[in-house]
């Protein structure tokens, strides 16, 4: 295990009792990407954040963070994280609770007044600084937030739904710090159930499903290689299906109705001739450019994993 990773798990599993949260977490996250982690809910996503953060023990399985085994102190002190559901001492004031969390980074004093200072024009909140976290609107709450968990400046940072609340104007700064974050050599691994977010802004992704990592995949080729197929046509009969499992793969199929995902946009012309030689009577033959949300249907199914 070595630097070049900012993440490394093999064969990762977490049991509760007779439960089972995560079965099988192997990935492997690179130094200078963003990496988004999807599931459904349930799917054991909070609970593998916990590992690797060393917030719970695994009950098998290895990993290491920043080239150092889970758990490592030391290490810490280079991971930045923003919870999903967070609780700020909304006693102190913006600054106050920035100054605050670089104090227990163990951050010089000398040099934490400006890093406070960088970051609260990073996230558009220098004019609050003063202000109570208390009266602080829930966009407002998620960048300040954010802040805390760059205030050690660190190489690696979780980000457990970061524009939950934001509007599009937040959304947006939240990318542009993502961005800022991967040109200088962070890693970022992202969790979020916007997958429009997702698409915009991650290198590559993982797919998991009842704690097991699916599918793990450069986002730009897996986008750019498919074409979603929506079809409206009468004979889809069961033999007319398995037959067009030569040519793509049939995500979701009902009553008249088909979605399938074809890896080949020149294989559209021999579907269609496929489908009327075999008698269906087509109304609709709709191909686009696929899209995360169609990823995400086709991977992890529509049962959401629950």
Same mark, same amino acid.
């Given at each position: ?7 490394? +798990? ?6 509760? $009792? ?7 977490? !192997?990935?492997?996250?690179?130094? &200078? ?10 799917? &054991?996503? +909070? ?9 719970? !023990?695994?009950? #098998?399985?290895?990993? #290491? ?40 980074? $163990? ?19 220098? #004019? ?11 966009? =407002?709450?998620? @960048? ?29 700064? *939240? ?16 969790? !979020? /159930?916007?997958?429009?977010? *997702? ?15 699916? @599918?793990? %995949? ?9 074409? @979603?197929?929506?079809? /409206? %046509? ?24 088909? =979605? ?23 109304? #609709?033959? +709709? ?20």
């Amino acid at each position: 295990m070595t630097e070049t990773y900012a993440i490394e +798990t093999y064969h990762l599993r977490k049991e509760y $009792g007779p439960k089972v949260a995560v079965q099988d977490l !192997s990935l492997s996250v690179r130094r &200078g990407e963003v990496f988004g982690f999807l599931g459904p809910n349930g799917a &054991g996503k +909070t609970t593998s954040i916990k590992i690797l953060l060393g917030l719970v !023990s695994p009950t #098998a399985g290895a990993g #290491a963070l920043l080239g150092r085994p889970l758990g490592d102190l030391q290490t810490r002190e280079r991971i930045g994280f923003l919870p999903e559901h967070f609780r700020f001492p909304d006693w102190l004031t913006g600054e106050e609770f920035l100054l605050y969390n670089g104090r227990l980074c $163990g951050k010089l004093e000398r040099k934490l007044a400006s890093r406070v200072n960088e970051l609260l024009d990073l996230v558009g909140l220098t #004019a609050h600084r003063k202000l109570l976290i208390k009266t602080y609107s829930k966009g =407002m709450l998620q @960048r300040i937030g954010l802040a805390q968990a760059l205030v050690n400046d660190p190489d690696l940072v979780f980000l457990d739904e970061p524009t939950s609340g934001l509007d599009p104007v937040g959304r947006r700064l *939240v990318r542009d710090i993502i961005g800022k974050l991967r040109e200088e050599g962070k890693a970022v691994f992202l969790n !979020s /159930h916007l997958l429009s977010e *997702v698409e915009i802004t991650c290198d590559r992704v993982a797919f998991i499903k009842y704690g097991k990592v699916l @599918r793990t %995949a450069d986002l730009k080729e897996m986008l750019d290689g498919d074409t @979603r197929l929506d079809v /409206h %046509a009468e004979g889809l009969t069961s033999e007319v299906l398995e037959g067009l499992a030569e040519f793509g793969r049939v995500v979701e199929a009902q009553d008249s109705r088909l =979605m399938m995902v074809v890896d080949n946009r020149t294989r559209l012309p021999d579907i269609n001739r496929y489908l009327i030689e075999k008698d269906a009577k087509v109304f #609709a033959f +709709t191909p686009k450019p696929i899209d995360l949300e169609d990823l995400f249907l086709e991977i992890i199914g529509t049962d959401g994993g629950l």
